[in-house]
């Protein structure tokens, strides 16, 4: 809504010395005022992209043309919600395996149940292999430093199959790069037919760290992180039926939601940390530390269950000979990890009846101490303005990986700085609201966990250092950004990204693009209304981008076409430029001129400062650019113009802020 600024009355000396002032000032400026574009030289007409005023092969589209999305069906329904036919698979995992710390190899078996609810009679099932990734011959491997984030060194013979059977009897497969087809003796039934089956691998902890999981020697005995390390059964959903796409290092995953029961062997003097929680805690830790537990999961501040002087006291481990096995269970989550070290310090605090520990070498140290905190202020701010936490337990593990997210579970590599420290672990740990309760198909849309997440982290710097300060997503100084030559779309897949376009795209200008709809474009309570339903709706499902892109314009009440297709289709540049003014005379009002000289379109702003230090700001809709990229805007004032901005608060992406400003600042005095 527009508003204007006028100057409290002052006494009449006061006034008199304005009054002097303003006379001065508008002898100075008058050369420039009787019309400042009129008297500057001719500027030529913005270049046109083809697209954006419906010019050359693309005719049929402006910006402002609807989205090209499916059609709404039984499964997504046209509001962005899921339809009364939607549905999704169940599987469900029994593992037990062991760690061998002198051969770094994992041996394990695996109960597998899967339910099948679509409505489709199923004759294979699709099994993912992700320690193929490290064979020579991969298709990752082969890819290399060419991906984002690439294997650089290939190393081993992936996983080994040793089994896979059901009901005893052999199971034929085919494997394929870093997947399995599993043929299957007939079909599943469709509308909850049940398959149950077992597999056994084997496989070895590469030597050289390939994100996501690895080994780091410490000084007190090496720290183990284990992600994507048994056979998962593919998505099949009602978007692409199975979901194959290879796994290359940059996607990371898309899998089904299931219970896993996990029995984890290894030696004696490790402890270990995991998705779920622990049901045998009396059977792997002594009796104090037992208690321990137990009084950090009632308590705010921070209780230490092994301290860094235990490392190492056998005392500190349950007696006895041998290797110990650890029972974790867990509900609704879409995979497991774990990590094991013989030199973690562990301590822990509750949240709401959440067990809230960290797991650290001694390298870690003091930084270390704060993390359970850092966790427990970003857990408690993300709850608070989304979603509750949805799981009873959050684990933070220092390790080899700088920074990964699973159910429940973080590796955060930082030693050394705090900022560092609570920004990988609040974006860590953020990722459980996106993709672990809103479960994304990261290998197509990364943008919809990194970027979301990256969003709601913007938020997050406040809940552990008092001010937002730099959030890491604002839109006026991502603009720089976005006039690099080799741009390429939000929508583009993450394998398909160089490395120098992946945080760019997938996290930071997804995040700023939100940012911006919520600061600018919506407002923060029509935002988050919309942005909570989506979660709302969407929580322990798999939406597409589709179901993104109409539930927001559906619980916020407009057509935002022209932001999708701008932000995250397209990889225009805003450029909103005044060009001309024309001051009153006469009795005739003012005349402002303005143009879109960019591909993308936002709403426009401009503030107006007279002659006499009184001003005026007007903020028109985005709708003023349906039909036209250049504008006229009428100051119904007889008073002198000074100077016109356009964004005065400098909030939008402009990326030429020279041209925002009459008179030009060369031709300012």
């Not at 197509?444 to 966990?449: K, P």
């Not at 356009?646 to 030429?656: K, R, Y």
Request: with cysteine.
């Amino acid at each position: 809504m527009p508003s204007a600024h006028v100057p409290t009355p002052a006494p009449m000396r006061a006034s008199r010395r304005a009054s002097r002032r303003a006379s001065a000032l508008l002898r100075a400026i008058l050369p420039t005022l009787v019309c400042f574009a009129c008297a500057a030289e001719p500027r030529p007409e913005p270049e046109r992209e083809s697209w954006f005023r419906g010019i050359g092969p693309r005719a049929d589209r402006t910006v402002f043309s609807p989205l090209e999305l499916p059609a709404p069906n039984a499964q997504r329904a046209g509001s962005g919600a899921p339809g009364p036919g939607y549905w999704q698979q169940a599987v469900d995992y029994t593992i037990e395996a062991a760690l061998d710390p002198a051969l770094h190899t994992i041996s394990g078996r695996a109960h597998v149940t899967y339910t099948n609810r679509s409505p489709d009679p199923l004759e294979y099932l699709w099994l993912h292999l992700e320690q193929n990734v490290f064979r020579a011959d991969s298709i990752g491997a082969r890819v290399g430093h060419r991906a984002a984030i690439g294997l650089q060194q290939a190393s081993g013979d992936g996983v080994k199959l040793t089994d896979l059977s059901a009901s005893g009897a052999p199971l034929p497969f085919h494997v394929y790069d870093t997947l399995a087809r599993v043929d299957l003796p007939e079909p599943i039934a469709p509308g909850g037919g049940v398959f149950e089956f077992d597999v056994a691998f084997e496989f070895a902890i590469p030597p050289k760290l390939f994100r996501r999981f690895g080994l780091e020697a410490v000084e007190q005995g090496t720290v183990v992180q284990v992600a994507q390390w048994f056979p998962a059964v593919a998505v099949y959903d009602d978007a692409h039926g199975w979901n194959t796409l290879p796994y290359m290092g940059t996607g990371e995953f898309y899998t089904n939601f299931g219970t896993f029961d996990v029995a984890l062997t290894v030696p004696r003097d490790h402890i270990v940390v995991a998705t779920g929680e622990l049901s045998n805690a009396a059977e792997v830790f002594t009796s104090e530390q037992v208690e321990r537990l137990a009084r950090a999961r009632a308590s705010t501040e921070t209780i230490v269950i092994r301290g860094v002087d235990e490392v190492g006291d056998p005392a500190s481990r349950p007696a006895g000979d041998g290797p110990l096995t650890w029972h974790f269970h867990a509900e609704r989550v879409r995979t497991f990890a774990w990590a094991a070290s013989d030199a973690f310090i562990l301590d822990a605090a509750g949240l709401d009846g959440i067990l809230v520990q960290s797991a650290y070498p001694k390298e870690a140290l003091p930084l270390w101490r704060e993390s359970t905190q850092m966790m427990r202020a970003a857990i408690a701010g993300y709850g608070e303005r989304w979603l509750p936490y949805p799981y009873p337990v959050a684990t933070n593990v220092n390790g080899i990986e700088s920074g990964m997210e699973y159910p429940m579970l973080v590796f955060c590599a930082e030693r050394e700085d705090e900022e560092e420290l609570y920004d990988v672990t609040s974006h860590e740990i953020g990722h459980t609201w996106f993709p672990m309760v809103v479960n994304t198909d990261e290998r197509r849309h990364a943008w919809m966990d990194e970027g979301f997440d990256t969003f709601i982290n913007h938020y997050s710097r406040a809940d552990w250092f008092g001010d937002e300060g730099p959030g890491g997503a604002d839109p006026a100084t991502f603009a720089v950004e976005m006039l690099a030559p080799d741009q390429l779309p939000i929508m583009t897949r993450p394998d398909h990204l160089p490395e120098r376009l992946l945080g760019k795209t997938q996290y930071t200008k997804t995040g700023v693009g939100l940012v911006l709809l919520r600061e600018v474009l919506l407002g923060p309570e029509r935002f988050d209304f919309a942005f909570r339903k989506y979660i709302e709706r969407w929580a322990f499902k798999s939406p597409r981008p589709a179901d993104f892109f109409r539930t927001i314009e559906d619980a916020a009440g407009c057509d935002l076409a022209w932001f999708w297709r701008g932000w995250f289709y397209e990889t225009g540049v805003l450029d909103q430029a005044v060009d001309e003014v024309i001051q009153p005379r006469d009795g005739r009002p003012g005349i402002l001129t303005f143009t879109n000289r960019g591909g993308l379109v936002m709403p426009l702003e401009y503030e107006v400062t007279f002659t006499d230090g009184t001003g005026l700001r007007r903020r028109l809709p985005v709708e003023v650019w349906f039909q036209t990229d250049r504008i006229t805007e009428t100051v119904a004032s007889r008073k002198l113009i000074a100077r016109v901005v356009v964004d005065p608060d400098a909030v939008l992406p402009e990326t030429n802020r020279a041209d925002n400003v009459l008179p030009r600042r060369s031709e300012g005095r």
